[in-house]
């Protein structure tokens, strides 16, 4: 998969849900590997917040995140609707301190990225796949983020108020291509008893039934409502029974619990990669969602790059009868069993150590260790296969190291390990000369890791 942004610019207008400001945010195309950026316009400089997780400031009736003195709130609506577009890259130039809250919900940043359309770029995409549980539990909250290995993204969301109206609801997403139909049009909400405490906060000072669902279920005296309506500078509702007051008919019997679930998303995307794995969300928050983004992104700084996954059952791209076709190496210097993955600008091999292996006598007899020399071979030998690939009649041509830099080995590969290579090109192929970066993998752990230069030539 190919990562991917905005084929031409949009703009979205309104006011703020917090300021109550007028604000215009420009969402535009961006370089590959840009992620998602945020720009100040309206301040000196214009700078720039990259939106993620370690930025986030705050979270309080939405995520904010800061540079500096730099702050832009209420982004999760936007990041929610980017994410489940699946663009890796874009630029907003926002006028203000937040984005706008429009209706309430993403379906107006749905409906302009869709009237955009999508780019493809160069690069591949980077998933973060979960491989094992991830945990982060609030013990004072009782709210808990579990997600689980899965093939692709799907979230299921529960949440549990102390109200007579909205006590217990469930929300799910499959898949995620269902966003737009499904959760994109559910709006924000806000109990009555929480709005005089948000506006002596200086919050929600451009919140209306327009973008949010009012929910009443504590008894209040009328002149209180109208006293909340004035400062709210909206219009007098008379209220007898608990529930939902907004300006137009829910969208779903459990609108609310889908709009946490877009939220879900909107702070996920604050991992700064597509994830793969099934997201269990049990009294989310921004608070919580925004800790398990932050944990992630810990995981992603250190380790650079995760490992392959490796499916022993499934069928390999390039067997070992097919790789004594393409390389001139046979026994004892042939160091790729097979080939279990390979796109455009990248390949994946597999090398099994075992204990018969011809140099384990003299390296060492009483400990066995795979001569690191022979990591960054089977690493070349690898990156071959990558660059052959490149070419029509690949058995006609051999690949030949020409220099090799930033070499680390990080730890010892004995008898038992199963080697797993990572090679990508770092530049495009000119004139025959390919520049690669190469890592080896035990497990989930980086062994070895490599970059290095190999020039294709053509068999006399």
Do not use: W
Not at 80 to 100: F, M, Q, R, S, T
């Amino acid at each position: 998969m190919k990562q991917v942004t905005l084929k031409q610019s949009f703009t979205v207008s309104g006011k703020g849900l917090h300021t109550g400001l007028a604000l215009n945010a420009e969402f535009m195309p961006a370089p590959v590997n840009t992620g998602y950026k945020i720009q100040r316009v309206d301040l000196e400089g214009q700078p720039v917040i990259d939106a993620v997780a370690e930025n986030v400031a705050a979270t309080n009736r939405g995520t904010v995140i800061k540079r500096g003195d730099v702050v832009v709130s209420t982004i999760e609506h936007a990041m929610a609707a980017l994410y489940a577009a699946g663009i890796d890259n874009v630029l907003i130039k926002v006028d203000g301190p937040e984005l706008p809250i429009l209706d309430g919900s993403s379906r107006e940043y749905c409906d302009k990225i869709a009237e955009a359309g999508l780019e493809e770029q160069g690069a591949e995409k980077d998933y973060y796949i979960v491989k094992q549980k991830i945990e982060v539990v609030d013990e004072n909250t009782g709210a808990s983020i579990v997600v689980l290995p899965d093939s692709d993204l799907s979230v299921d969301v529960m949440v549990q108020y102390d109200s007579p109206v909205l006590n217990n609801q469930f929300a799910s997403l499959e898949q995620i291509e269902n966003f737009n139909t499904e959760i994109a049009g559910c709006r924000t909400f806000v109990f009555v008893r929480e709005v005089e405490p948000l506006l002596k906060n200086n919050l929600i000072k451009g919140g209306d039934l327009e973008n949010a669902i009012v929910i009443y279920d504590s008894k209040m005296d009328q002149a209180e409502l109208d006293g909340l309506a004035d400062m709210m500078g909206i219009e007098h509702k008379n209220v007898e029974e608990f529930g939902y007051i907004q300006a137009r008919p829910l969208n779903f019997i459990n609108e609310p619990a889908r709009h946490k679930l877009l939220d879900v998303l909107g702070d996920l995307a604050l991992i700064g990669r597509p994830l793969k794995g099934k997201v269990i969300a049990t009294r989310p928050g921004h608070s919580i969602n925004t800790t398990f983004a932050k944990k992630i992104r810990r995981e992603i700084k250190r380790q650079d790059v995760q490992a392959p996954v490796y499916d022993p059952n499934k069928e390999p791209i390039m067997d070992n009868n097919r790789i004594r076709q393409l390389l001139p190496h046979r026994y004892p210097m042939l160091l790729v069993d097979k080939i279990i993955e390979k796109g455009d600008n990248y390949i994946v091999g597999v090398k099994n150590i075992t204990a018969n292996e011809p140099f384990f006598p003299g390296h060492f007899p009483e400990e066995p260790v795979l001569p690191g020399v022979l990591q960054i071979e089977a690493m070349a030998q690898t990156g071959g296969l990558l660059v052959l690939s490149t070419v029509d009649d690949p058995e006609r041509y051999s690949t030949y190291f020409m220099k090799i830099d930033n070499v680390k080995f990080r730890q010892k590969v004995v008898p038992g390990d199963t080697l797993i290579f990572h090679l990508s090109f770092m530049t495009e192929l000119r004139r025959g000369c390919a520049v690669m970066k190469g890592y080896a993998f035990v497990g989930e752990r980086i062994v070895s890791e490599c970059e290095f230069m190999a020039q294709i030539i053509k068999n006399k």
